[in-house]
């Protein structure tokens, strides 16, 4: 366990690996409070908050008066309404394939720290792909996910899997909405070789928030995307009268 994070985060953490092993099997109970108080050397509020956190993120269940239980996993695929609309129009008519770029656990910046409310110093998961539609890359993507929520996340093989996927089937997690903005930025050196354009070509610039059910934020996502094959569309209902006019 990290030493570094607090003690509940380090029980929660110390518990999902159990969960996610099959240590503690779908429906089976798990050590009573009193009993990871002794097993943790913790108080009763540590222990509390600890299994509160799972119950939160829907990987537990408390029964009254029995005590608390591994859930179910979640059956409902949510994954779907959390992909833009360029990945979407892009899996409809093209053959998408990806490349994984890097996959490792370091300390962010503080950009990234801020926008996932890590602690100062918390250790993140960097997952950096590169995504192909019909063998031409389109889109150069670069996910942070806090490490003390996606324990050996670092061990997936994503490339031909999703992410999304991972966290609700592997990790039980209810994804619940994303925060994103979009702006128009220019290739350096860098991604304009990944992406075979010329440096200083247009591409459009996608960061994100993806929170869970809980409300807590899972990931923070940035996307470069070659403007030559994505599009933005947004549709507005309400009261257009009420917009700014030009």
Avoid: C, W
């Amino acid at each position: 366990m990290n030493p570094r994070l607090p003690l509940y985060h380090r029980i929660e953490n110390d518990l999902k690996n159990k969960i996610f092993s099959g240590q503690y099997k779908t429906g089976e109970m798990l050590p009573s409070e009193r009993e990871l108080i002794e097993i943790y050397k913790v108080s009763r509020l540590t222990a509390r908050e600890a299994v509160s956190r799972l119950a939160n993120q829907g990987l537990v269940e408390k029964v009254q008066g029995k005590g608390t239980y591994v859930s179910t996993p979640q059956r409902e695929n949510r994954m779907g309404s959390l992909y833009s609309g360029g990945e979407e129009i892009l899996m409809r008519y093209y053959e998408i394939t990806t490349k994984v770029l890097d996959l490792r656990i370091m300390v962010p910046d503080a950009i990234v720290s801020k926008n996932l409310n890590l602690q100062s110093e918390e250790e993140v998961v960097y997952l950096e792909r590169l995504r192909y539609a019909n063998n031409n890359p389109v889109a150069l993507i670069k996910s942070y996910l806090p490490h003390r929520s996606v324990p050996n996340l670092e061990q997936v093989d994503f490339t031909n899997k999703s992410l999304y996927q991972t966290l609700e089937e592997t990790y039980r997690m209810q994804l619940y909405d994303a925060n994103e903005t979009i702006e128009a930025v220019k290739a350096d050196e860098r991604s304009s070789e990944l992406l075979e354009i010329k440096r200083g070509t247009a591409l459009l610039f996608n960061h994100r928030t993806v929170r869970l059910l809980d409300r807590s934020i899972i990931e923070y996502e940035t996307v470069m995307y070659r403007s030559d094959i994505y599009k933005y569309h947004n549709r507005i209902v309400g009261n257009l009268a009420a917009l700014p006019k030009n």
